[in-house]
């Protein structure tokens, strides 16, 4: 149980296009997910936590405006990185909590972001 | 603010060698701690957690103990495999539900 998945799992994309990544709960309701971003051998940095049905809450130094969050149904959340360039390279990763098990996260796969 | 001090890595050792990787937490009250093992090009995965103090998690041979009194919740593994080569985070709980990480250790496990 408790099944995270992201898709797609590596985008190549050319810099200035947006992409959108999917994170699903697949047999659970998630009214919390999170995004984390992952540079080469460093640990998981927290982007933004999005609530079902409401906006977003992004951590200080992140562009809400560059990474659009949505949490439009219990399963589902996007990030989609408008007009992307070559620094937004890296890899995502969403995880999504449980209600009644506090600060437990479920994670996804990640997504390979590279942009050219 | 709440934060996650990991043994720095990269840490290499040969198999059934005895492992240890430290980590303490800051004591902003009474945390769930946690370790999440990341395999290469993938997410994130719940090693084992504890939940109070005295506690212990375990999971695949590997055991951590909530010590408050250290603040510390090293992980241990009697012995390591090939397999086990992975990248550890050491992880609390903040607040309801977001998670503080450590900075990761990196292991490699050599036959």
């Known amino acids: 149980g408790a099944v995270v998945s992201q898709h797609p799992s590596r985008v190549i994309c050319k810099s200035g296009t947006s992409v959108k990544i999917e994170c699903r709960s697949l047999?659970?309701?998630?009214?919390?997910m999170f995004w984390y971003r992952q540079f080469p051998k460093q640990s998981l940095m927290l982007m933004a936590t999005?609530?079902?049905?409401?906006?977003?809450?992004?951590e200080q130094g992140v562009e809400k405006d560059k990474f659009l969050i949505n949490h439009a149904s219990l399963t589902l959340s996007t990030l989609t990185v408008t007009s992307a360039h070559p620094e937004d390279s890296s890899f995502y990763i969403c995880?999504?909590?449980?209600?009644?098990?506090?600060?437990?996260?479920?994670f996804g796969p990640g997504t390979r972001l590279t942009v050219l | 603010g709440d934060s996650v001090t990991q043994m720095e890595g990269p840490v290499t050792l040969s198999e059934e060698a005895f492992l240890t990787i430290n980590c303490t937490y800051t004591?902003?009250?009474?945390?769930?701690l946690f370790w999440y093992v990341q395999y290469p090009g993938e997410g994130l995965q719940l090693l084992l957690k504890?939940?109070?103090?005295?506690d212990k998690g375990s999971n695949k041979g590997f055991e951590a103990t909530y010590r408050k009194e250290t603040t510390s919740f090293h992980l241990e593994k009697g012995s390591v495999q090939v397999s086990d080569s992975a990248v550890y985070f050491c992880?609390?709980?903040?607040?309801?539900?977001?998670?503080?990480f450590g900075q990761g250790t990196r292991l490699t496990i050599n036959p």
């Open positions: 004591a902003t009250g009474y945390p769930s």
């Open positions: 992880a609390r709980g903040q607040g309801a539900q977001k998670l503080v």
């Open positions: 995880s999504a909590g449980l209600v009644g098990l506090p600060s437990e996260q479920f």
């Open positions: 504890a939940t109070k103090a005295d």
């Open positions: 999005s609530n079902e049905g409401s906006k977003a809450t992004y």
């Open positions: 047999d659970f309701q998630a009214t919390t």
